[in-house]
């Protein structure tokens, strides 16, 4: 089974500063993976996965991520973070099969944004 | 309408009590997902259904819990004898799968959720 790991709860960054919010994953194989965002009282809303090809994929919102198979990671950046990204930032990871349901979550990284 | 719609927003519930969600997928999306969403947790997978069946209950987390499509639209959720852990977020979201590599080419999008607050 797969699993997915966001080692920080809580990230406070500077309005105009970069951000980069972790996530690591544990699968055997090459597996598929996901940003969302969810903004207070808000579903969740994609913001960019990756199949396969290019490991460096753009998103919505200017966001990007890359896919590291030596690492096990599929890091989450952005080179200048506006007030409006505060919200939380889900990493997920599913099999190359089966679907949706088969997609495991992250436990998620709360992003607050200071003036 | 115009994406995933959810009802009610809150729901403030008596310990023992039955309750109902309901979400509305986007019009045209064939698959349909309910997640839980605890405090400080990710989204647990619940069930999903592809029309009007449920290939996939396995996220169910007891027997109270149960879930209905209907006209291979609107889903209703069903929490009998609630429990005071069934407090959470409800999240419902749909996507438009047409069988290739499971569905998870074609965009999941998520309601607003519900809210449920068991006391």
């Known amino acids: 089974a797969q699993s997915v790991t966001q080692p920080d709860i809580h990230i406070t960054v500077s309005e105009g500063a970069s951000l980069e919010l972790r996530c690591n994953y544990s699968?055997?194989?090459?597996?598929?993976l996901f940003w969302y965002v969810q903004s207070p009282g808000q579903g969740l809303q994609l913001l960019l996965k990756?199949?396969?090809?290019?490991?460096l994929v753009q998103g919505i919102k200017g966001f990007e991520a890359e896919f590291k198979r030596s690492q096990s990671s599929f890091n989450l950046r952005k080179p200048s973070v506006h007030w409006s990204d505060a919200a939380e930032y889900f990493c997920?990871?599913?099999?190359?099969?089966?679907?949706?349901?088969?997609?495991?979550f992250g436990t998620g990284t709360k992003l607050q944004v200071i003036p | 309408g115009a994406g995933v719609s959810q009802s009610p927003s809150n729901k403030v519930t008596e310990k023992g009590k039955d309750v109902e969600l309901r979400c509305d997928p986007i019009s045209g999306h064939t698959a349909l997902y309910w997640y839980r969403q605890s405090l400080g947790q990710g989204l647990e997978f619940l069930i999903y259904f592809q029309g009007n069946s449920a290939p996939d209950k396995s996220g169910l987390p007891s027997d109270r819990f149960s879930a209905e499509r209907t006209g291979g639209s609107v889903s209703t959720l069903t929490i009998q004898r609630t429990q005071q852990e069934d407090s959470a977020v409800y999240l419902c979201a749909s996507s438009s799968r047409r069988g290739l590599a499971g569905g998870l080419e074609e965009t999941q999008y998520f309601g607003p959720g519900t809210r449920l607050l068991v006391l």
């Open positions: 990756y199949f396969s090809g290019d490991t």
């Open positions: 997920a990871v599913a099999p190359n099969s089966g679907g949706y349901q088969k997609v495991t």
């Open positions: 699968y055997g194989a090459t597996p598929y």
